[in-house]
């Protein structure tokens, strides 16, 4: 028993100098935060956007240089950074003795919705605006036209259903599309990068129209057709109307 109560004691002891060594130290600032790095997880090939809006999170954490590591609310620091529109998960960690790391997943750019004054809007895969990018710093994402996709959520949240069903590669693709647009009558529309073919894409059934697109396009390149519209709201098949003239 004796030997029992000598090492309690004995740990006892420790536990307490080590908490008093803890306690001298961060009295003379030793987990005084100095470092905060703050990382974008390469989920996103929209580096050049994500810039700013870092450079601006870097800014608000400014405030946390030099307090105690030891005494920071992870939580408050935590709900701080997921306030932001543009971010979808992250993780705080510390690193002692004054380093803290944010280690961020952004959501995803789906559009650059086009103001009335020309000014580009990033549109978030969950239909948040986001403010205004410079030209250096645009995504190279799809532009969204029409001033109805301001203020009606539920036609923007089917304009991005629409693009989620476009694929990611092939002629007809969210690579090869310069813009969408909307009309009450026909739906949507999106128009070719390569010169400017407009494609009316209706309302529904995209996944399925837009492989029927691809062939089309490849066979009108093969033949060396130069298409105005294609028309591929319709049952099963595609309408063609070709440019006349030069």
Known sequence: MKAAAKTFLYLVLLIASVGGSFYGLERKGFFALEQIDIVVTQNTDQPRFMKPAVTELDAQMEKLRGQ?????DLDDVNAQVSSLPWVSNLQVRRHWPDRLEVRIAPKLVKFLFVGKDGKLFPVLEDGTFLNPVAVENMPDVVLLRGDRFATDKQLLHRALSTLNEIPDDGSFSKKTISEIRFDNKEG???????????????????NLKADRISQVLDYLE?????????????????????????
């Open 188 to 206: 949507f529309w999106a128009t070719m990068m390569k010169q400017g073919v407009r494609v009316k894409l209706g309302d529904d059934g995209v």
């Open 68 to 72: 105690s590591l030891w005494r920071l």
């Open 222 to 246: 093969a033949h060396q057709l130069d298409a105005r519209v294609i028309d591929a709201n319709l049952t099963k098949k595609v309408l063609v109307r070709l440019r006349k003239g030069p």
